[in-house]
Nanobody, 121 residues
């Protein structure tokens, strides 16, 4: 079992940046592949980015490639999402997730409560 707590969301103007954090407690953090998902109003939850246990491999959705970067600090049990060049269509609730497998093919077992990101035009 692992508990995930996100932080760092907020309101930002288009073109701006935000960094989200997700801290895990419970079982060994390095057991998990970590990921970020988002859900916009009226839309289904969608995959954003994932990172393998070591931080050596990442997988990004096409919509965020070149703008969003995922990283993890295993000593701090924390995964980060650096979001640059934000667009209004990035507005959503962002969820941290932990799972098993690889950053390209994971089974997501644990979810955070979500943090709101709003990008104004």
């Amino acid at each position: 079992q692992v508990q995930l707590v996100e932080s760092g969301g907020g309101l930002v103007q288009a073109g701006g940046s935000l960094r989200l954090s997700c801290t895990a407690s419970g079982r060994a953090f390095t057991s998990y592949v970590m990921g970020w998902f988002r859900q916009a109003p009226g839309k289904e939850r969608e995959f954003v980015v994932a990172i393998d246990w070591s931080g050596g491999s990442t997988n990004h959705a096409d919509s965020v490639k070149g703008r969003f970067t995922i990283s993890r600090d295993n000593a701090k049990n924390t995964v980060y999402l650096q979001m640059n060049s934000l667009k209004p269509e990035d507005t959503a609730v962002y969820y941290c997730a932990a799972g098993y497998g690889s950053d390209y093919d994971a089974k997501w077992d644990y979810w955070g409560q979500g943090t709101q990101v709003t990008v104004s035009s």
